[in-house]
């Protein structure tokens, strides 16, 4: 009796351990960083991205406005101004909260393995995912990835719901959440496209109702982003959510290319790329929008007469993003100084071997041990993935496998040359439920050995 109380209260017993074990290495990073320490929080947390989202969660609190700004959307300034207005304008309370949106990412793997494959595997994503160094690092950072990707993956659970049951709040809640995931980070607009079309190719349903469920979706979508869509036409005479591409095409992704080229630093191409602007009327006191086209109309014009440079600058910086074990990050977020890379090191041909080599002779000894733990996951992480693959073509599982496969490959190459290890929050869960698949039934075939040992040694003693 005592027994079935309990499971009443607790029906998922092991998501719940698996969801407090991941609380505690969180708080416990968080203690071990310190970011109510005054000088952590104006050297280390409030530094490049992080500041804008600072100063703008400042704007909406004291002004009620979003001062202007166009590169940016205020999904996650909003969400760090409801923490300044509660709790004064002190950033390691709205880190802090971050720990509770990690953790809503980590139900969602969960839940989305429980629905699709079964409960175990969701129970092994859900945990690789808990001891995921980049996750659990992510939330000493005042950036919107954490928060990105916890709406993300449940606007996904809702949507893979909903085609599996064809209800149509589902696809209406989902729609709602990558919507507001949208407004977080602008990225996820076109993802919605592609969910979009997998509704409408979905073969379990109808025409109709395909046609029906695409549509709740979209209208969904498109009815939580219009607000932000109509303020910067109203301000700007553009339809769209921000100025953000042009900017990091022009700013960022591109000096990674030229920078191979030329081997000057990024604020000398970026300096030279502004100066060509101009001349095109480009001008910080313009209309964001028109300098957005201006530097789109450079930065495309570079990358087609640099197209091999262009690509071949696009793989390594994938391949950076997939294998960057963010060791400085890491160590920093666990209290110790970090030792960076010369910061010409993007600016070399980002040979991998090179950078194993100034890994290994740059790095201080924390780091060396944390980045051979993360290697060692990674490598376990991606093993596991690409035999999952497998398992689930041999299974014929392909619909849930090609959106999977999609999904990963478009967060990658958004991701663009600059190979951040962040860029891989939003294709972790991918890649970890397809690989809890292959461990699952690793698992499965071990217990049957084990017993089949344990039978056979049965007989013999009978016998």
């Not at 190719?201 to 979706?217: D, M, S, T, V």
């Not at 789109?296 to 600058?313: C, G, M, R």
Request: charged share 15%.
């Amino acid at each position: 009796m005592k027994r079935e109380s309990l499971t009443t209260i607790l029906p998922n017993q092991k998501i719940f351990i698996i969801l407090l074990f991941a609380a505690l290495l969180r708080i416990i990073v968080l203690l071990l960083f310190h970011p109510w320490d005054t000088q952590v929080e104006n050297k280390i947390i409030l530094i490049n991205d992080a500041l804008g989202y600072h100063n703008l969660a400042n704007c909406i609190v004291n002004d009620l406005s979003f001062c202007g700004d166009t590169f940016r959307t205020p999904g996650y300034p909003f969400y760090i101004a409801i923490f300044y207005v509660l709790f004064g304008t002190k950033p390691w309370v709205v880190l802090f909260s971050q720990i509770l949106v990690n953790l809503i990412a980590i139900y969602y793997v969960f839940k989305i393995g429980e629905m699709i494959f079964s409960k175990r595997i969701g129970l092994i994503a859900a945990t690789f995912l808990a001891i995921d160094p980049n996750s659990i690092c992510a939330i000493t950072l005042l950036y919107s990835d954490s928060l990105f990707v916890s709406i993300m993956l449940a606007s996904l659970y809702y949507y893979l719901r909903g085609l599996k049951f064809g209800n149509n709040f589902d696809f209406l809640l989902s729609g709602v959440l990558l919507g507001i995931s949208a407004l977080v980070r602008p990225v996820a607009q076109y993802y919605s496209l592609i969910l979009f079309l997998f509704a409408l190719l979905w073969p379990a349903r109808n025409l109709l109702l395909r046609f029906k469920y695409a549509l709740l979706y979209g209208l969904a979508f498109v009815l939580i982003i219009s607000p932000w869509l109509y303020r910067n036409y109203t301000l700007y005479d553009k339809i769209k959510l921000s100025s953000v591409q042009g900017e990091t095409l022009l700013q960022w992704q591109v000096p990674y290319v030229k920078a191979r080229e030329t081997h000057q630093s990024r604020e000398e191409i970026v300096a030279e790329f502004l100066a060509e602007a101009q001349a095109f009327g480009y001008s910080k006191d313009g209309n964001p929008f028109v300098n957005e086209e201006i530097e789109q109309k450079i930065a495309a014009n570079y990358i087609k007469t640099h197209l091999f440079l262009s690509v071949t600058s696009l793989v390594s910086g994938i391949v950076h993003t997939y294998d960057n074990l963010d060791t400085s990050n890491i160590v920093k977020s666990l209290g110790f100084i970090p030792t960076w890379l010369a910061n010409d090191a993007m600016e070399t041909s980002r040979n991998e071997f090179k950078l194993i080599y100034l890994f290994f002779s740059t790095k201080s000894l924390p780091e060396i041990v944390c980045g051979l733990i993360v290697m060692t996951m990674l490598l376990v992480n991606y093993i596991t993935f690409i035999l999952g693959v497998n398992l689930l073509i041999k299974r014929q599982q392909l619909l849930v496998l090609v959106m999977f496969i999609i999904s990963i490959f478009y967060f990658t190459i958004t991701c663009g040359p600059m190979g951040l290890a962040r860029f891989r929050l939003p294709i972790t869960g991918f890649y970890l439920l397809i690989g809890a698949v292959y461990i699952d039934e690793l698992l499965i075939r071990m217990s049957s050995r084990n017993s089949s040992y344990s039978i056979y040694h049965k007989e013999e003693a009978c016998g």
